[in-house]
């Protein structure tokens, strides 16, 4: 960080001299996510919208509760979580909503708030030095990271076009010289590091130089915004808090780099949901402005229309109850009722293509944006044309061209199981080491979970509201995952720079049957000399109540190793057909990548050939089924181990251990099945209708599995694992029968 420093000055002195063709129109204002016409068929409208109208009233309270509290721009000293972040934050959220109730409402004293305001930041800032808290690879002045002032800038934006009109020349002058411009050259020329790279970091620095670029008419600042610094003076290798790269050679940057390279060309964002739901609203509020000032850039047509694409793939990346899935670094919890996926479903609804299916979302979420997009939604809702948004299963790409591997979601009915199958690129810095993982879903709620990230957002007491150690120590570390881990060390030995340069392939995704659905994909480089061919296929027999998921690892290795095969499970433990030892005393399981934070709670052997775990959660009853040998060991562990500040949850797990094997194959089925209804007391169908589960066929070319019921039933899964073809014609020959299909692979009985 010392070598970025010291070439700022120059940096900063080199920006005057560039010579800039590009123009800004800015013309009249609003013009960034308001403009005049839109304003005036707003207020048309009033009292005529009743989802405009309910929202317009909520904005008006919340900003009218504020103003009477008075303005208060304190000293900023504190991480997230504390009282000057959070005030700082408030001040720029209730500034922009205030701008929108300016122009809509005509009431002054909404701009009035917002000069008064502005003008404290601007006496503020002329001497404001970096940020005290010095943890952030960029600090910010204002908040302890650029990140976050770059979300001031953003909003303040919005909040000086509403008013611009309101101010006389003399004070646009002095806005713009002391607060506006050394604002955005600070986050830009003063930080490359966090601006010029490829993150959802500096998607909001861009962002935010290039909003207040539409509404200065500053040429400069809007190239800087779509293109990056020119010449950074940074150096290859650079890397931030979390590990990820700054600068990679053949980097572009600016706008349009992080809405090219992040994006697959179906919208998924490489960081994962969490973060895309978080990059949306940049990428988005600054796309409207982009269509107001210079519509000739057709930012929302960029890359065959990947941000409103983007929109449709993050719904589609979320559970029965709309929470994103915790791909990577991932909060659970948030989901498409947070702010930042209002104004993204409002925004595509109106530059998109009026789909129906997204006022099913804003119906749901209660609110709109309060501009002519959010209008139009709301106008939509109350004539009725709204649709249910209907997830469905889905295969997303990763990666800028889509062949860096990627995320299969398999669901069955109405969300009543969904299956979220991992076998994408790293994700840069907020990425995991976890190829194909999976998380199993019904109706929304947790079945086997993926951790997420060990963080607790914006609250003070836990490490400053910012990430804890144990993200990288415990969150990112494989074992955390529902994956395999060989010989107790992570994927790519957890090591960023080797995990960044690889992906998992896609070997087949077929939804087309509803009762048999299957993704699988491969993974040759976590593991020198080990390659990992991983099937998971939903299935609907007549034969169960419910859909079950059949999960088939198979392993091929150049060395004998130790595997080890979590399934962590949410509820409570309610049976088991294998014996198994709890210890007096807990131990931690291992020492490092994970295994520390582990502890082991019991100890036994697998159950001979097929080996049975069941428990209750959510008022459902599941069991795992896994084919075993008496060799196999069988642990339940409970984080925990080495948290004495307890940052982790205490979440159980059943792992499966197989030693000193080198080829193997792992064949398990996730079954739900019965209920229990603690009014009633009335407990349902509460065992497995599995008998056996065992793999009757396995070589180089096939693997077929046998699931027999306790009716007597036999239903095999053959795939073949050399060849995925559709229209390729397969024989085997298992057990004395013979088995003739055409395709990837093939299920008796369905």
Known sequence: MALIKTKITALLLMVTTLSIPLTVQAGEHPNLIMTKSGVEKIRKNLGKVPLFDATLKSVQKQVDSEIALGIDTPIPKDFSGGYTHQRHKQNFIIAQKAGALYQILQDDKYATYIKDMLFQYEAMYQGLPAHPQERSYARGKLFWQCLNDSNWLVYMSQAYDAIYDTLSEAEHKKLQNNLFRPFADYISIGNPQFYNRIHNHSTWGNAAVGMIALVMDDAELLKRALYGIEDDGLDFGLKDNDGGFIKVKGQKAGFLANLEDPFSPEGYFTEGPYYQRYAMYPFLIFGIGMENVKPDMKVFQHKDNVLLKGVDALLNLSDADGEFFPLNDGQKGMSYYTPSLVTAVDIAYHYGKQDPKLLGIVEKQGSVLLNEAGLEAAIGVREGKGKPFVKKSVNYSDGHDGKQGGVGILRYGNEDLTLVFKYAA??????????????????????????GLSRFV?????????????????????????????NEKSHFNGD????????????????????VQVVSATEANAYPGTKMHRTMA???????????????????????????FPFYYMGQMIKANFEYDSPKSLSPLGASDGYQHLYLEGKGQAAASTTQFSWLGDGRFYTLTTATDSNDEILLTRLGANDPNFNLRRDAALMLRRKDTKDTTFASVIEPHGSYDPVSEFSGNSNSSISELKVVHDDAKYTAVLIKDVKGNESVFILANT???TSKKHKLKVNGKVYKWTGAYYLTGS
């Open 426 to 451: 790293h994700g840069l810095s907020h990425g995991h080491y976890d190829k194909l993982s999976y998380s199993l879903y019904a109706n929304g709620d947790e079945v086997l979970q993926d951790y």
């Open 458 to 486: 914006n609250i003070g007491q836990k490490g400053g509201g910012n990430y804890l150690k144990e993200n990288k120590t415990w969150a990112k570390q494989t074992v955390a995952h529902n994956t395999l881990t060989i």
């Open 496 to 515: 960023y720079e080797t995990g960044s340069k690889y992906h998992s392939d896609l070997y087949v995704f077929d939804s087309s049957n509803p009762n």
């Open 538 to 564: 939903m299935i609907k027999l007549e034969a169960f109540e419910k859909p079950f998921v059949l999960d088939i690892m198979k392993v091929n290795s150049d060395s004998k190793n130790q595997y080890d």
């Open 723 to 725: 060849n995925a073809s």
